[in-house]
């Protein structure tokens, strides 16, 4: 069964703390990206991988780190740096980079800092 | 300023009803424009994509139009299902940059029984 998993689907933080969000396909992509939703607003990019071991700052990118070690596995660390984490985070791959391929998404996860 | 504005905010209709939701886009030049469907919670899901060259796309009920000479895009549902109740998304790609997508901050559809 292919597609792109995102966990947790909840995750709380607390305030100075680091959390990672999981997303993993099995797709066999090259690209995989990390969108931020906020109510009322237009997703916004966060970060993008073209292919291993290699990726590029979207819009917003402070406060935010990744890694891509495995082509399956694109995982974001929300910092204590970024001062406003609550949002709906969006995972997403596509079969090779560039503004005409499909993106496939997750189911995303939802961050609350208490 | 490259933007994509969606109308109305939101909208409610009734079961079995059709309905159209608009899109103005600033993004020129552009490769393609898309739609999608969101529902509540859930990630995006692709309904239509047209490049710049194309007028119309239909994917089963539902229909997108594109007017590049006016920077317009509408999204047409015909024969609306509860199923239908997400918010949908317009998503512009600029001809100038590989990875940036100009995303609309959707239309909210409610359809009641």
């Known amino acids: 069964d292919g597609g792109i998993t995102q966990s947790p689907k909840y995750l709380f933080r607390k305030e100075g703390q680091n959390v990672t969000l999981s997303c993993e396909q099995n797709?066999?992509?090259?690209?995989m990206y990390w969108y931020r939703q906020d109510p009322g607003q237009g997703l916004r990019l966060i970060y993008y991988?073209?292919?291993?071991?290699?990726?590029q700052k979207g819009d917003i990118a402070e406060g935010y780190s990744v890694s891509r070690e495995k082509k399956e596995s694109f995982p974001l660390t929300v910092t204590s740096a970024q001062k406003n984490p609550t949002a709906f985070y969006l995972c997403?791959?596509?079969?090779?980079?560039?503004?005409?391929?499909?993106?496939?998404f997750g189911q995303g996860t939802r961050l609350t800092v208490v | 300023k490259n933007q994509v504005e969606q109308s109305p905010q939101s909208l409610i209709i009734l079961e079995g009803k059709n309905c159209t939701l608009q899109?103005?886009?600033?993004?020129?030049?552009?490769?393609?424009l898309r739609w999608y469907k969101q529902d509540t919670g859930r990630g995006p899901v692709s309904l239509t994509i047209?490049?710049?060259s194309e007028n119309t796309k239909s994917n089963g009920r539902y229909t997108a139009t594109l007017d590049a000479d006016t920077k317009q895009s509408s999204l047409h549902i015909t024969a609306s299902q509860l199923s239908d109740s997400a918010s949908y998304i317009c998503?512009?790609?600029?001809?100038?940059?590989?990875?940036?997508?100009?995303w609309g901050a959707g239309t909210k559809l409610i359809i009641k029984p």
């Open positions: 797709l066999n992509h090259d690209a």
């Open positions: 899109c103005n886009y600033t993004v020129s030049p552009f490769s393609n």
């Open positions: 047209m490049t710049f």
């Open positions: 991988s073209q292919i291993v071991n290699d990726f």
């Open positions: 998503v512009v790609s600029p001809v100038a940059s590989n990875y940036q997508l100009i």
């Open positions: 997403a791959s596509s079969i090779f980079g560039g503004p005409n391929t499909e993106a496939f």
